[in-house]
């Protein structure tokens, strides 16, 4: 049996969803990837090896991957409110951009790993065009958004 074969094998057996397997990728390699085609043959057996050697893989990978999805979140939520997308006490101005203007237009709490990697390019992107340009602060034109 190929590695790749039976790399699919073991996250089949794990009961690991194809969102969670392109989470797994990505948390794995750091970012390079989330394609298990795209796995180094020493990365896919790296993982098969934990998979049959460590107990409550799938939790570990998982608590793994949830610090993470914690951590970028806590990224974005920094440069919103930095940017003024977001005020301290209040979430209607953030959340409105969110549906309207991030880089999925959905909530939050519904972006991938991968997916939170763009949004926070997004958001460095205004806090370089808000340091770039601090006389039209108030107003971010490459989104239509406004600040204030």
């Known amino acids: 049996m190929s590695s790749h074969k039976k ?4 996250l089949g057996k794990a009961g690991i969803d194809d969102s969670q397997r392109h989470d797994l990728v990505y948390a794995w390699t750091g970012g390079r990837t989330s394609s298990t085609n795209d796995l180094s043959e020493d990365e896919v057996r790296d993982i098969c090896w934990k998979f049959e050697n460590q107990f409550n893989l799938k939790q570990v990978i998982q608590s793994s991957v949830d610090s993470e999805v914690r951590r970028k979140r806590s990224i974005v939520l920094k440069l919103a409110t930095e940017n003024g997308l977001k005020e301290i006490e209040g979430w209607d101005k953030f ?4 549906a309207s203007r991030s880089i ?11 997916e939170l990697d763009e949004l926070i390019r997004q958001f460095r992107g205004i806090a370089d065009n808000n340091r770039k340009y601090p006389s039209k602060k108030s107003r971010l034109k490459f989104t239509g958004f406004f600040l204030n």
């Open 7 to 10: 790399l699919m094998t073991l």
């Open 104 to 114: 999925h237009k959905k909530p939050l709490n519904d972006y991938t790993v991968a």
């Open 95 to 98: 959340n409105a951009f969110m």
